[in-house]
């Protein structure tokens, strides 16, 4: 399951990409590049929040979606506005931020198979490192085991935020 999702999460990351070289290549303005941005986390958001939640969104989850993508979408304002008044220059960094937008769909899938699992009456989780370099806080709580669900950060609120590559494990 982690691999599929990770396959679709580079797949965006590409998209993006694309999508914003063509900003900087002057093919497309801020107003367009904005808003094939917003398609674009909207339909990795929602495959993530899908794939999560058994392939169907109820009320609940899509709600949860909503917050997800509003959030989303308020810093994309931000970053466009920043790009529209020449607050940042466009190029590689640009592509390297825009990109960071596609990583953040890993955080809206383990926040939403946590939801399902606290959901279905599940009582007790763990954070599982992946093979990746990690941060001190997230070292520190996987080092914790099983502890019950809502006791721990989010994934993707430590200070690795969305490049955080840990999972939960439920019991």
Same mark, same amino acid.
């Given at each position: +399951?982690?691999?599929?999702?990770?396959?679709?999460?580079?797949?965006?990351?590409?998209?993006?990409?694309?999508?914003?070289?063509?900003?900087?290549?002057?093919?497309?303005?801020?107003? !367009?590049?904005?808003?094939? +941005?917003?398609?674009?986390?909207?339909?990795?958001?929602? =495959? !993530?929040? +899908?794939?999560?939640?058994?392939?169907?969104?109820?009320?609940?989850?899509? $709600?949860?979606? $909503?917050?997800?993508?509003?959030?989303?979408?308020?810093?994309?304002? =931000?970053? !466009?506005?920043?790009?529209?008044?020449? @607050?940042?220059?466009? $190029?590689?960094?640009?592509?390297?931020?825009?990109?960071?937008?596609?990583?953040?769909? +890993?955080?809206?899938?383990?926040? !939403?198979?946590?939801?399902?699992?606290?959901?279905?009456?599940? @009582?007790?989780?763990?954070?599982?490192?992946?093979?990746? @370099?990690?941060?001190?806080?997230?070292?520190?709580?996987? $080092?914790?085991?099983?502890?019950?669900?809502?006791?721990?950060?989010?994934?993707?609120?430590?200070?690795?935020?969305?490049?955080?590559?840990?999972?939960?494990?439920?019991?």
């Amino acid at each position: +399951m982690r691999a599929g999702l990770q396959a679709a999460v580079d797949s965006s990351k590409e998209k993006i990409g694309k999508l914003t070289q063509r900003l900087i290549d002057g093919k497309i303005n801020v107003s !367009a590049w904005h808003e094939a +941005m917003k398609a674009e986390i909207k339909a990795a958001h929602r =495959a !993530a929040a +899908m794939l999560a939640n058994g392939g169907k969104l109820d009320a609940k989850a899509a $709600g949860q979606l $909503g917050a997800v993508l509003r959030k989303q979408y308020s810093y994309l304002r =931000a970053f !466009a506005l920043q790009i529209e008044n020449k @607050e940042i220059p466009l $190029g590689a960094r640009t592509v390297a931020r825009a990109r960071l937008y596609s990583q953040a769909v +890993m955080t809206t899938y383990q926040r !939403a198979k946590a939801a399902r699992a606290k959901a279905a009456g599940v @009582e007790m989780y763990r954070l599982v490192l992946s093979p990746a @370099e990690h941060c001190d806080e997230c070292l520190a709580d996987a $080092g914790l085991g099983f502890v019950p669900i809502g006791s721990l950060p989010e994934i993707g609120s430590r200070e690795c935020l969305i490049n955080c590559k840990c999972s939960w494990e439920y019991q």
